[in-house]
């Protein structure tokens, strides 16, 4: 399968750790690249490669992957983080990206 | 700093065709592809295709070959899409996109610049 999966909702305590996950095939070949997105605004790339930040992106973003799994870790959640995190990558068998099934965080 | 804008906002009607806009700056347009990228309501984002200025080249996500076609145009720095017989279900908002690609023309499956989206509504 080429589909990204992750699970749908995750909730933090504000100043704690969560992790999201995203599932799928392709990323035993590619890394996946997160986005962040909140309500009316375009997604934001926060992390791309192995463990890479675009400028602006705060530190307590981070991630990592084993297997079909890539991990997106907040440490430290803000109230500013709540959002929808989807990760993509590029199919291992077609010229395309594909999108994971989002997750929502909400920081308590 | 922008790098994208599009164009704004649209109504259709079921059966017609919309086409969107997304200008780039200068500096980026040849150095990137641009992905396009639909979000339904309340939906994750899909990746409709993408086109490669420098390469002349574009790729489509199976659903939607043969009902969108991609330009460019280098002397605005402007990147098009264009999406016929529309439905109801095609509303959702429009993204285009920028990131990098390989030498063989594959998509890295980065984007690092996103336009404001466009939104779409088809309704009768």
């Known amino acids: 399968s080429s589909e990204l999966t992750q699970d749908p909702t995750v909730s933090v305590a504000l100043g704690q750790r969560v992790r999201i996950t995203c599932q799928g095939d392709s990323l035993r070949t590619y890394y996946a690249s997160w986005y962040q997105q909140k309500p009316g605004q375009a997604p934001v790339l926060v992390i791309y490669g192995r463990n890479s930040r675009p400028s602006g992106i705060p530190d307590r973003f981070s991630a990592s992957t084993s297997g079909i799994t890539a991990s997106l870790t907040i440490t430290g959640a803000r109230v500013e983080d709540e959002a929808d995190y989807y990760c993509?990558?590029?199919?291992?068998?077609?010229?395309?990206?594909?999108f994971g099934t989002g997750t929502t965080v909400t920081v308590l | 700093q922008v790098h994208l804008v599009q164009s704004g906002a649209e109504v259709k009607k079921p059966g017609s065709s919309v086409k969107v806009s997304c200008k780039a700056s200068e500096d980026t347009f040849s150095t990137y592809a641009f992905s396009w990228v639909r979000q339904a309501p309340g939906q994750g984002p899909e990746w409709m295709g993408g086109?490669?200025?420098?390469?002349?080249?574009?790729n489509f996500a199976q659903k939607f070959r043969g009902r969108v076609a991609l330009t460019t145009d280098e002397s605005m720095t402007t990147a098009y899409m264009e999406l016929i017989s529309l439905t109801s279900e095609d509303t959702a908002v429009y993204y285009c996109?920028?990131?990098?690609?390989?030498?063989?023309?594959?998509?890295?499956?980065?984007?690092?610049?996103w336009g404001q989206g466009t939104l779409v509504t088809v309704s009768s």
């Open positions: 086109i490669i200025p420098a390469l002349g080249r574009t």
């Open positions: 993509a990558t590029r199919d291992s068998s077609v010229n395309r990206l594909i």
């Open positions: 996109a920028q990131g990098a690609y390989d030498s063989r023309g594959y998509y890295y499956g980065i984007l690092d610049y």
